[in-house]
């Protein structure tokens, strides 16, 4: 047999649950170790930076949040042959990307200062031997030449480890394009996905059982998030908030779901219902439509004051 | 500069770019600042459209329709008044702020309006200054 091939994985701007889903491969782990071998893992195994091997493939969580990131995106870069930007938070940002709706001297004083868990009383920041943050969150294809794009908050075992055999096989990997509303099990309306009020899950209760979220109030982001997971949430009548982040052809997650909520928006009254109703009811815009994806939006951090 | 201030407005074909038309065949003056993309509908302006217009360095987006019940297609401006309510909540919580966002109902006869609106809206984000997303964006690091 060949010469296995030589898998690396990476952390950067994540919190590790990437790495969880890899570890839970189970037997499927088993088909990828025939074909291949674990060469570099600083989560899983001891790894020095300074002797990092040639790498086959390359698997990498999380985005690009600190100098630190930065730094060794670039040097893995130039060491692995195929790059995998593995889970959301590497292709579009993720949840930390949140951060982006403030500056980077606001997040440092909450984080070191103001929080309640912390105890501070001489208000130092530390700033020396510590990465220092960027201005924002940024995809990791901002500083590595990606060949795949796997999301998922984190993404499913199960499917990844079929991708991962495929590649290390030779085989071409297609993932799905279509929305997740293509694979979802409830019944859309014949008169489409529309809503005539907006709730919180908790004010529902139990939803209906066969029926689409969006049409008994809920805010599902099935509309515009890629159908990788095979509609996990909706299927046990839990909202999409949509982890895998948008379809292909989606430019702005957030924006396309701004326009399929308001659009059919009380769509039975489409000329009398007041304009303002759908708006007045969606309190929290940008934690509600871009919860994964904002670093990757069109707008994709806060403008600050005078934007320098 | 203030002077340089781009405002990029999005005009239905039927009746808020015949405006325009309109505006301009009165030779009715307004502020160079506007440019205007000619959409069919308002109701085909995608958010998308408007924050792809911010992220590529507008200070300003104006969006402009027929008046409720003139729309061509029947509704499509009715969607896109709801859809702007949730836009100008998100750009100010982008930092953007809703002020640089307007929309409004210009009819192909409403030279004159639409020549004021251009207007008002030029002097409101000349007020406001330059809005530096873009130079915010491109910083590295
Ligand atoms: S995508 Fe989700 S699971 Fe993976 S690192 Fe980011 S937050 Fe963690
Ligand atoms: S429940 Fe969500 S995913 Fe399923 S059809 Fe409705 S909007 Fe789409
Ligand atoms: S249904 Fe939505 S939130 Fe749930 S796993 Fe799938 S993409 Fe993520
Ligand atoms: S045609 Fe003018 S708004 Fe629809």
């Given at each position: 047999m060949a010469d296995k091939a030589k898998i690396g994985t990476m952390w950067l701007g994540g919190c590790s649950g990437c790495h969880l889903s890899i570890a839970d491969f189970h037997e499927s782990l088993l088909d990828v170790l025939e074909l291949a071998e674990?060469?570099?893992s600083p989560v899983l195994m001891d790894t020095k930076y300074d002797e990092v091997p040639e790498l086959d493939v390359l698997i990498v969580e999380g985005g690009i949040r600190n100098d630190e990131n930065r730094e060794l995106a670039e040097m893995l870069n130039e060491k692995a042959k195929f790059i995998i930007c593995y889970g959301t938070c590497a292709c579009y940002g993720g949840i930390p990307g949140l951060g982006n709706l403030f500056t980077v001297d606001e997040l440092e004083e909450e984080a070191?200062?103001?929080?309640?868990s912390t105890v501070n009383p001489d208000k130092i920041i530390p700033n020396e031997e510590v990465p220092h943050l960027e201005s924002r969150v940024r995809p990791l294809e901002d500083v590595m030449d990606i060949d795949l794009m796997v999301p998922g908050c984190p993404p499913r075992s199960d499917v990844v480890a079929q991708a991962v055999v495929a590649l290390l096989k030779g085989e071409t990997i297609e993932l799905p394009t279509t929305n997740l509303c293509e694979v979802c099990p409830r019944e859309k309306p014949p008169e489409g996905l529309a809503m005539d009020f907006i709730k919180r899950q908790f004010e529902v209760g139990?939803?209906?059982?066969?029926?689409?979220l969006i049409s008994q109030g809920l805010v599902c982001m099935g509309p515009a998030t890629v159908s990788l997971c095979g509609a996990e949430c909706p299927s046990i009548a839990i909202q999409c908030r949509?982890?895998?982040?948008?379809?292909?052809?989606?430019?702005d997650q957030g924006a396309k779901m701004v326009s399929a909520i308001a659009s059919d928006y009380g769509i039975d009254e489409d000329k009398t219902v007041d304009p303002e109703e759908v708006a007045n009811q969606l309190d929290d815009i940008v934690g509600t439509f871009y919860t994964y994806t904002l670093p990757a939006a069109?707008?994709?951090a806060k403008m600050q004051k005078g934007g320098k | 500069m203030a002077e340089d201030i781009k405002i990029v407005m999005f005009c239905c074909n039927w009746c808020s770019y015949g405006g325009a038309d309109t505006a301009g065949t009165a030779r009715m003056q307004y502020p160079p600042n506007i440019r205007v993309i000619r959409v069919?509908?308002?109701?085909?302006?995608?958010p998308q459209f408007v924050l792809k217009a911010f992220k590529e360095g507008a200070d300003g987006v104006f969006v402009a329709g027929c008046h409720m019940g003139d729309c061509h297609y029947d509704a499509g401006n009715y969607k896109l008044d709801r859809r702007m309510r949730l836009l100008y909540k998100l750009v100010e919580d982008m930092g953007i702020g809703k002020e640089r966002l307007y929309h409004d109902w210009i009819s192909a006869s409403e030279g004159e309006k639409f020549s004021e609106s251009v207007k008002m809206m030029v002097n409101r984000i000349k007020e406001l200054g330059p809005a530096h997303l873009k130079d915010q964006l491109e910083v590295e690091g």
């Open positions: 674990f060469e570099f070191y200062i103001n929080s309640l139990a939803p209906e059982k066969d029926l689409c949509g982890c895998y982040g948008p379809t292909a052809k989606v430019l069109l707008v994709p | 069919m509908c308002s109701g085909r302006i995608d």
